[in-house]
């Protein structure tokens, strides 16, 4: 199977950096899948989404990102994010009470609903 070289970086670290089959993430104007060879994009991606990197035999990754955009090249695809974790990272009940204790706040329960999507949880 194809494969296109991907990098996610935060502002604090990289993430992630290897080679994967697709990759999906929700960008402002809707869910997107990108595979090897497709064309070149610039795309803001929508806040309170996850990336999903599918990576030829190994478990699928799932990321929670925040302020970040996706570039797709010819030679793979960089995810920038301001903030980032992986499902890993992520403390369910952390993100649990911080999404009932944001309602003031969207960018917080943005943030919130993402990290919960990341570990599979149902916001």
Avoid: C, Y
């Avoid at 997107?32 to 478990?59: D, Y």
Wanted: glycine share 8%; hydrophobic share 45%.
């Amino acid at each position: 199977m194809a494969t296109m070289h991907v990098e996610l970086v935060s502002i604090e670290k990289r993430l992630w950096s290897g080679e994967a089959t697709a990759v999906f993430a929700r960008t402002t104007e809707g869910e997107i899948g990108i595979l090897p060879g497709h064309s070149p994009l610039l795309a803001a991606l929508a806040p309170g989404w996850i990336v999903r990197i599918q990576q030829e035999n190994e478990p699928e990754l799932h990321v929670a990102v925040h302020e970040s955009f996706m570039s797709v090249r010819p030679d793979g695809v960089s995810i920038m994010a301001e903030m980032a974790e992986t499902a890993d990272e992520i403390d369910v009940g952390r993100a649990r009470s911080a999404l009932q204790g944001a309602s003031d706040d969207e960018a917080a329960r943005e943030r919130a609903k993402a990290r919960l999507r990341a570990v599979g949880e149902s916001v």
